[in-house]
Structure formats: C-alpha cells, structure tokens
C-alpha cells in the first residue's frame, strides 16, 4: 500500500503548510524526506501516521492509501 499523494496535497492545503517539509514537522512529526518519500511511492507511512492524515483530511483510510504506484513526473 502507498500513500495517495492527493492525501497529502489536502493536508498541506487544510493546515496551510507550504511544503512537505513543513507538513512534516509541524503536523505529522515527520521529516520532509519522509513525506517526499510516501509521495514518490518509495516508502509507506505507518498506521498511526496515516491516522493523523485521516484525522486533518477527513478522507477514509481507503481514499488516503492506494495500490495504485505514485506518478512519475517526466525531468
């Protein structure tokens, strides 16, 4: 399972965080790395994190994890 990066595109958007980096440190008690990393679909966040992604999103579990592989944006 990964993490839908929309997921985390509505959490920086509810909380006001300007970037992963600040998403992560201020709201999920993560490293920007981290969430760059649940983003690009190379690690996948604990359960207890994506309880407090549920708890800032409102979305279901099953609307913030997916088994679909992360998009890859062309350089």
Do not use: C, H, Y
Not at 31 to 45: D, F, H, L
């Amino acid at each position: 399972m990964q993490i839908n990066p929309k997921a985390l595109d509505k959490a920086k958007e509810i909380t006001g965080s300007r970037s992963d980096e600040q998403l992560g440190q201020m709201f999920l008690d993560r490293t920007g790395t981290t969430v760059r990393n649940w983003r690009a679909g190379k690690t996948s966040p604990d359960l207890e994190t994506v309880a407090k992604i549920q708890r800032l999103t409102g979305w279901s579990f099953d609307q913030i994890l997916t088994t679909e592989p992360a998009e890859t944006t062309a350089a």
